[in-house]
């Protein structure tokens, strides 16, 4: 599907309404070639084009949606959609009218193209399976084109065209001894890749080393931006949707209240012009480059998509109440240094599982598991047991929060549920001066 095909099927669909109805056509698909390996060798791959079509009719108050997929003919795609609107139509006349129907009357027009050439599944996956040789490597490769459109009887012609690559994988050293990584982003640095690979290495020959078993209790800490992912995750789930704070659900009511507070030295913000998401929403209305959530410590504005912002009279920002395309403001430690400042505690690669403990005070609750290391001395000396946390982000990203890193690291979404997803994160490694661990 390309832009012309797509906008030439909207028009002709539109020249079926009738009366005062109105018509958004949102297209989604993708070109990408997956491939799955283990013990660092292809066990499975394949290539995928696929594409979908969403309509939502308008008449008045009321409105109703549905989507069904494309084949690439364009009559064919054409009957499909001609269908599916005569059953939208008939559904219409007997739903209420929604009170938060929103949607953008400001016709618009846009082509973008973000990202850059990813190589060849064949090229790359044969770099990383010379490049890895000797390790017991398991994961998953994506790659290609992910397309997004929008095409309204309003006048919106919007196509948005991303491509990028992500390689999720985990190095198996025995037993319960195992370590996780990704590289992912628009453009492929085969050094990056033998950097991490080799990165790899050096942890499995640490996670040789006999287990250290520490005991519950509160923990200076280095949080890798992986780790730091997770807890974005977590502040995410809530903190930035305008319904939330509204009806006073958002984990960082005490925050905007004024009862806690988070470092100066964070800030976060939602980078659509950075990311790989479309710059506009699939109602039509089109979203500013950079959103500020939290600047220097402060909470300075929610997102706010189309139902949200009629719901509240508030200008609509975003596609979705959670972040797509998160940004956390880099800081003044070279990832050189982190060993060093660290001293003695624990470097912590990657969270697992978190959820909230005490949603009212912003506490999370997770599993260090794979690739936390006891430092000594700015060493880093053996494996520690998986331990289980429990504190607040109040802390974590507050009072305890001791500095993060020059160096940032893109990291790409692994989701592909309903396709491959476009979503990212922007984070560098935090230092903490303490982390409290459960058990």
């Not at 539109?14 to 491939?35: A, M, R, T, W």
């Not at 410590?297 to 009279?313: I, M, P, Q, S, W």
């Not at 800081?331 to 909230?356: C, K």
């Amino acid at each position: 599907m390309n832009p012309d095909v797509f906008f030439s099927l909207a028009e002709r669909l539109q020249s079926h309404l009738s009366g005062s109805e109105i018509l958004f056509c949102n297209l989604s698909g993708e070109v990408s070639d997956f491939v799955r390996l283990n013990r660092g060798r292809i066990r499975q791959a394949g290539s995928v084009q696929a594409g979908g079509l969403g309509l939502t009719l308008i008449d008045g108050a009321r409105q109703a949606d549905a989507g069904c997929d494309l084949t690439g003919d364009p009559d064919m795609d054409l009957a499909r959609a001609r269908h599916l609107l005569e059953r939208l139509r008939e559904r219409l006349t007997f739903l209420p009218e929604d009170p938060y129907l929103s949607y953008s009357t400001e016709a618009s027009e846009g082509l973008a193209d973000m990202g850059g050439e990813p190589p060849p599944a064949e090229e790359a996956i044969a770099m990383l399976v010379e490049a890895a040789e000797g390790l017991d490597l398991v994961g998953l490769w994506a790659s290609g084109e992910i397309h997004e459109g929008l095409a309204s009887s309003i006048g919106h012609r919007r196509w948005h065209r991303s491509r990028s690559f992500h390689l999720d994988w985990s190095g198996y050293r025995g037993g319960d001894k195992a370590l996780k990584s990704s590289y992912g982003g628009a453009h492929w640095d085969p050094d990056r890749l033998r950097e991490k690979l080799q990165a790899m290495r050096d942890g499995l020959e640490v996670m040789s080393r006999p287990s250290r078993t520490i005991q519950p209790g509160r923990y200076r800490a280095y949080l890798a931006p992986a780790a730091v992912e997770e807890l974005m995750g977590m502040l995410a789930w809530g903190g930035f949707d305008l319904k939330g704070h509204k009806t006073h659900q958002t984990p960082l009511l005490k925050l905007v209240r004024g009862e806690r507070v988070l470092s100066p030295a964070l800030s976060i913000r939602e980078d659509h012009a950075r990311g790989l998401t479309p710059d506009f929403t699939p109602e039509g209305f089109l979203k500013p480059s950079s959103v500020t959530l939290i600047e220097g410590g402060a909470f300075a504005a929610c997102l706010v998509d189309a139902r949200a912002g009629k719901e509240y009279g508030e200008t609509v920002n975003a596609a979705s109440e959670s972040p797509e395309s998160l940004s956390l403001d880099p800081g003044e430690l070279p990832q050189a240094e982190v060993l060093a400042r660290l001293e003695t505690g624990l470097w912590i690669g990657n969270l697992w599982y978190g959820n909230w403990s005490d949603m009212n005070d912003c506490r999370i609750t997770g599993m260090t598991r794979f690739g936390t290391f006891w430092v000594e001395g700015g060493e880093i000396v053996a494996p520690v047991e998986a331990m289980r946390f429990d504190d607040s982000l109040y802390h974590l990203l507050g009072d305890r929060l001791e500095g993060l890193t020059r160096e940032r690291e893109r990291l790409l979404s692994s989701d592909t549920y309903e396709g491959r997803s476009s979503a990212s994160a922007l984070l560098p490694g935090i230092l903490v001066s303490g982390i409290d661990l459960a058990l």
